[in-house]
């Protein structure tokens, strides 16, 4: 396939070209974002909510494996189900983030498109598509923490990528 030449001002990079090392970039930013946003929610949880550590997780669990997610106690099925559901939606975040965002990108429109692709997935995904197989989170996760969490998650992706891309990435 012949080589296209891009510049700064072109999308074209969403459509044909696939950067592995951005695109890492953006994984391993997404994880990291989630396990900060999730880590904050089982601090308010433990110190606010529900006394309990791996209830966020349970949450996200019950998704899968129904009421016996939000058992009392110990790290469940739930929990396990819900965590791997957390971690493989923050990558995905972070893949399609970096597929559709080019890695020459400005720091602080990183950082502001992080916070804005957070609440993005707070409206689209924990707000709107997550309650309609998930009751319980809709009546049990308080909707300005879940704002904060997103928020938080959308931040924190955003500077991580933004401190990763020298790590990871050639320069332009």
């Known amino acids: 396939m012949p080589e296209i030449a891009q510049t700064k001002n072109d999308v074209s990079h969403i ?26 929610g089982s601090f308010f949880s433990i110190h606010y909510i529900y006394r309990e550590a791996g209830y966020p997780f349970k949450l996200i669990g019950f998704s899968w494996v129904g009421q016996h997610a939000l058992d ?4 469940n099925s739930g ?22 965002v080019a890695e020459w990108t400005r720091k602080r429109v990183l950082l502001l498109m992080g916070a804005l692709g957070g609440l993005a997935v707070w409206l689209f995904w924990s707000s709107m598509f997550m309650p309609s197989f998930n009751e319980a989170m809709t009546y049990l ?20 990528i933004v401190i990763l891309r020298p790590l990871l990435c050639r320069q332009k």
């Open 15 to 40: 459509w044909t070209r696939f950067e592995p090392r951005w695109i890492l970039t953006g994984i391993l930013s997404g994880i990291g974002a989630g396990f900060i946003a999730i880590g904050l």
């Open 72 to 75: 009392a106690g110990a790290f």
């Open 79 to 100: 929990g396990l189900a819900g965590l791997m559901t957390h971690i493989a939606l923050s990558a995905l975040f972070g893949f399609v983030f970096a597929q559709f």
């Open 141 to 160: 996760l308080p909707k300005p923490v879940s704002i904060l969490l997103h928020l938080v998650f959308g931040l924190s992706f955003g500077l991580l």
